[in-house]
């Protein structure tokens, strides 16, 4: 994998190969607001705690479901 990701023009980091197309798959599917246990059954987990170590949450979308501070901005 990482052999034709770098033939490819891919620049790796540290992560490479498979994790890194695991993960940007979960990653894409939390940005297009899929159901968790959905992106877990698509990697194959059988547990979501396993699937969120896969998953980067956009401080983007966490702003969205942010609650108000109770008493205003301080």
């Known amino acids: ?3 034709r990701l770098r033939h490819g023009g891919v620049e790796l980091g540290r992560v490479a190969g498979a994790h890194l197309l695991r993960h940007s798959l ?3 599917l939390v940005g297009q607001r899929r159901p968790i246990n959905e992106v877990a059954d698509l990697l194959g987990h059988r547990s979501i705690n396993t699937t969120a170590l896969y998953v980067k949450v956009a401080a983007s979308q966490l702003a969205e479901v942010a609650l108000p501070f109770p008493g205003g901005v301080a």
């Open 26 to 28: 979960a990653t894409q």
């Open 1 to 3: 994998m990482r052999k």
